[in-house]
Nanobody, 121 residues
Framework: QVQLVESGGGLVQPGGSLRLSCVAS????????MGWYRQAPGKQRELVAG???????NFADSVKGRFTIARDNAENTVYLQMNSLKPEDTAVYYC???????????????WGQGTQVTVSS
């Protein structure tokens, strides 16, 4: 059983910073792509940032230059550093990881339960 657990969300003023962490637990053979998504009330879930197994990153246009993503496979962790936060960044943030279990030929997408980020004065 694989679980992803996010942490680091909270309330921050505009212009502030937060660092989200997502730790995977369980019997894991390898990782492929990992990423962060967010969903604001009344909106669809959208990709915020992703990082491939080779370390290539991609970002939504709305967060480029403000957010960075990093992964530590040895620690089963993916991070999202969010700087210069804006009220429109308010959402529930979810991590996602494509994980291969021992003995499996395929990667399966796993999601965390989400962590709330609220940007408000």
């Amino acid at each position: 059983q694989v679980q992803l657990v996010e942490s680091g969300g909270g309330l921050v003023q505009p212009g502030g910073s937060l660092r989200l962490s997502c730790v995977a637990s369980g019997i894991i053979f390898s990782y492929n792509d990992m990423g962060w998504y967010r969903q604001a009330p009344g909106k669809q879930r959208e990709l915020v940032a992703g990082v491939t197994s080779g370390g290539t990153t991609n970002f939504a246009d709305s967060v480029k230059g403000r957010f960075t993503i990093a992964r530590d496979n040895a620690e089963n962790t993916v991070y999202l550093q969010m700087n210069s936060l804006k009220p429109e960044d308010t959402a529930v943030y979810y991590c996602k990881a494509d994980i291969k279990m021992p003995g499996s030929f395929y990667y399966t997408a796993y999601w965390g339960q989400g962590t709330q980020v609220t940007v408000s004065s």
